[in-house]
């Protein structure tokens, strides 16, 4: 979703020309990743920065992860 990615990129103050290692960010984003699909190592990520017992209780079980981001 191109308007999404233009979002994306207008909060971080990035342009899209970026180079990554084989295209632009903005092509990267736009053609190569899922950005409204939940991710297993978000969840994980979050939990190891938060303060939340319930949260890193989540992340610690795979199985409840992996059904949670299904």
Do not use: M, Y
């Amino acid at each position: 979703d191109a308007e999404l990615v233009g979002e994306v990129l207008a909060l971080t103050g990035l342009s899209g020309g970026e180079a990554t290692a084989h295209c632009t960010l903005r092509a990267a984003l736009t053609g190569h990743f899922e950005l409204t699909r939940l991710h297993g190592g978000f969840i994980t990520g979050l939990a190891d920065i938060s303060d939340n017992a319930a949260l890193k209780d989540l992340a610690g079980d795979k199985a409840q992860v992996n059904a949670l981001v299904a």
